[in-house]
């Protein structure tokens, strides 16, 4: 592989912020080591051009790619297909990188052997405002092994982490390829399951380097959109399902991850359904996925069961908790 580090960057209407974006990227040091995908995903504004303006500046760095319209998981799609670099990360198109963060994480890389590398991300408020996320695994290991390699069994504690912290390891992308599917939300928590089974190592970078816009208007994460797109966040889990199911004779250590992963994806549609008014159709929805888990497999209903208290307390009333939990305000189950 030519290059160190792959970006993925999904670019749908993101005039406003796209040159942002890539000009955290252009960083002498590191420039040739990385390739950046640019995936117009069929938009209609100026985002493309600009993307060109950078592709023409440093050609051998920056690629724009037009297609139609697919959603963001063709984006990746795309970008996973084509990439050369030794490791593969994401970036949303409005979203950018810490440039200093970003050239000590392409410096680890050189070295590096990790099936994959976490690293901090800073959340950036409308008023300019900075602040870093939290992360469990960050209180949990990340000054304890923080640039140190260690294998998924050395970790007595499972976390979960998003798409902003990770980046990968490209072959193990290319040796368990999986296809994400398009016009759908919510597939960077498909994206992070598909390759858990197979992470034996991780290293740990303490500092930030993914910078989250955070709080603009029309995000997935807002609770209008959640409950617009409800329907898309049960599909997605079924998926997922399909996915487990078909699993076979994966480590230990990568089960009890991928498990707390399920669980936390599931307890976040759940929150998603009861954001809906109350009604026995809602309810069915929640029955009916529950039972779609049991039949996948007994282990992981029997750990989300112990691990989602709403889900314990749902199948504890035999279901009975859901008016309850509606009698409550919504927003504290956001």
């Known amino acids: 592989m030519s290059k160190l580090l792959t970006i993925s960057i999904a670019a749908y209407n993101v005039e406003s912020y796209i040159g942002q974006t890539l000009d955290s990227l252009c960083a002498n040091e590191i420039l040739d080591d990385i390739e950046v995908f640019i995936i117009d995903d069929g938009g209609t504004d100026n985002t493309l051009l600009i993307a060109r303006e950078y592709e023409k500046r440093f050609p051998d760095t920056f690629h724009a790619i037009h297609k139609k319209n697919g959603g963001y998981g063709s984006t990746v799609n795309w970008s996973m297909e084509h990439a050369t670099g030794k490791y593969f990360k994401l970036l949303d198109g409005d979203d950018w990188m810490d440039k200093q963060g970003l050239i000590r994480l392409v410096e680890f890389l050189r070295n590096c052997d990790a099936d994959l590398v976490l690293s901090g991300r800073a959340e950036i408020n409308d008023s300019g405002e900075r602040s870093h996320t939290s992360n469990y695994w960050e209180t949990l290991y990340g000054e304890c092994f923080d640039n140190q390699t260690v294998r998924l069994e050395q970790l007595e504690t499972p976390f979960v ?24 939300l919510y597939t960077d928590r498909m994206f992070i399951c598909y390759w858990l089974p197979w992470i034996r190592t991780v290293a740990f970078q303490h500092y930030d380097v993914y910078c989250y816009r955070f709080g603009h208007e029309g995000q997935s994460v807002s609770l209008e959109n959640r409950k617009r797109h409800s329907a898309e966040a049960i599909e997605g889990f079924k998926i997922l399902l399909q996915f487990y199911g078909e699993l076979d004779n994966i480590e230990k250590a990568n089960e009890v991850f991928l498990n707390l992963r399920m669980t936390r994806y599931f307890d976040n549609v ?30 992981l209903y029997n750990y989300c069961g112990k691990h989602s208290r709403i889900l314990f307390l749902l199948r504890k009333s035999n279901y009975f908790a859901y008016w309850l939990l509606k009698m409550r305000r919504v927003s504290n189950w956001k």
């Open 161 to 184: 982490y998003g798409i902003w912290v990770a980046t990968y390891r490209t072959e193990i992308i290319k040796n368990y390829p999986n296809v994400l599917p398009e016009h759908q």
């Open 270 to 299: 759940l929150k998603t359904i009861l954001l809906l008014p109350a009604s026995k159709g809602n309810l069915n929805q929640i029955i009916t996925l529950d039972r779609e888990m049991r039949e996948t497999s007994k282990q």
